[in-house]
Nanobody
């Protein structure tokens, strides 16, 4: 199983970024996928979940309608569109999957929101 995140970078407050997670090594169409994030000095926290087909998405309360998780099962990718970013969104963002009762994580992509 391999998960590779991309798309992080520097954004201004109020700006947008789109993160991607490219997956391999498992049957992507059978996997619920998740985004997490970890800010400096804080515990990792859940951001969003998307079901196998993409028909069901759930979000952490702090997202407040600003983020949209999606997936392309033809390309084995999951995305996180992040809008109206604030400095509090600064964190390393990770994609995660459970395969055969084992947790797998990507290496993360850094998002920094600053003026």
């Amino acid at each position: 199983v391999q998960l590779v995140e991309s798309g992080g970078g520097l954004a201004q407050p109020g700006g947008s970024l789109r993160l991607s997670c490219t997956a391999s090594g498992f049957i992507f169409t059978r996997a619920t996928m998740r985004w997490y994030r970890q800010a400096p000095g804080k515990e990792r926290e859940w951001v969003a979940t998307i079901s196998e087909t993409g028909s069901i998405t759930t979000y952490a309360d702090f997202v407040q309608g600003r983020f949209t998780v999606s997936r392309d099962n033809t390309k084995n990718t999951m995305s996180l569109q992040m809008n109206t970013l604030t400095p509090e969104d600064t964190a390393e963002y990770f994609c995660q999957v459970i395969v055969n009762v084992r947790d797998y994580w990507g290496q993360g992509t850094q998002v920094t929101v600053s003026s």
